[in-house]
């Protein structure tokens, strides 16, 4: 057998399970936590937002027993994503919604776009001044689903807001191996509802962009933290510069 992911434990059947986000396998191999909870939230039951990407791997020390707060990671990812016709395996994420193709930062004010807090291909899917809290499932997890050549790449976010840790905002951004420049936003459960972020994509700068909304009241559908089905998707064609929305 290979070996599991980093963070994953093998259980007697031989799959690898993640003891601490594992609603069947939470704190401990078999342990299946009880209908009235909604997760495994740091291998405790709990009615936090579950993460819903299967096979999810967190980004390397975000989360677990620290508090994280305005960081950047670049990841290797196994196939090209692109948009706006530029594309990379060298990705970076933030703690604050964003996952950049190229030059990043970690700038947590938001504002209209294109914005010069970030000079190249960049998805905002919810920027804003998010925060990962320590003893918590909290982190950015990404992973891929389907199978060459036709695998997405998932970025799935599940933070609270800075000062405010009791409200959530879960939501994913998807990259497609098969379809260059599309990227997707899929929203589970955002507190404020679209009150304080900024929500689109921008090629740079300065240069093309589409936005969806910049700190509009219910521009996303709160959500709860049991919701497991995407309440929002928005669409971006970063090659002919269209955008398309569908609720849940």
């Not at 057998?1 to 594992?22: A, E």
């Not at 405790?44 to 791997?57: E, F, H, I, K, Q």
């Not at 990379?88 to 947590?108: E, K």
């Given at each position: ?53 299967p096979g999810a791997v967190a980004v390397s020390n975000w989360g677990g027993s620290l508090s994280v707060d305005d960081v950047v990671y670049t990841l290797s990812v196994p196939f090209n994503i692109s948009m706006y016709g530029f594309s990379t395996t060298t990705p ?157």
């Amino acid at each position: 057998l290979l070996p599991c992911s980093t963070g994953y434990t093998r259980t007697p059947s031989g799959s690898c399970v993640n003891l601490l986000i594992d609603f069947n396998n939470c704190g401990s191999v078999g342990y299946v936590c009880a209908s009235s909870f909604t997760s495994c939230s740091n291998g405790v039951c709990s009615n936090a937002p579950a993460v819903l990407l299967p096979g999810a791997v967190a980004v390397s020390n975000w989360g677990g027993s620290l508090s994280v707060d305005d960081v950047v990671y670049t990841l290797s990812v196994p196939f090209n994503i692109s948009m706006y016709g530029f594309s990379t395996t060298t990705p970076t994420v933030t703690t604050n919604g964003v996952v950049c193709l190229s030059s990043c930062s970690n700038a947590y004010t938001n504002g209209n776009l294109p914005t010069s807090s970030f000079s190249g291909p960049t998805a905002l899917g919810y920027w804003d001044d998010l925060m990962i809290y320590a003893s918590t499932s909290q982190s950015v997890y990404y992973g891929t689903t389907g199978t060459a050549p036709n695998r997405s790449l998932v970025f799935e976010f599940y933070e609270s807001h800075y000062g405010q840790s009791t409200q959530y905002y879960h939501f994913q951004i998807v990259f497609y191996e098969n379809i260059p420049d599309v990227v997707d936003f899929l929203y589970f459960q955002i507190s404020d509802g679209g009150s304080s972020a900024t929500i689109g994509v921008q090629s740079s700068g300065s240069g093309s962009s589409i936005t969806y909304a910049v700190n509009q009241a219910n521009s996303v559908p709160v959500g709860t933290s049991a919701t497991n089905s995407p309440t929002l998707i928005l669409s971006f064609d970063t090659n002919i510069g269209t955008m398309t929305q569908t609720t849940g």
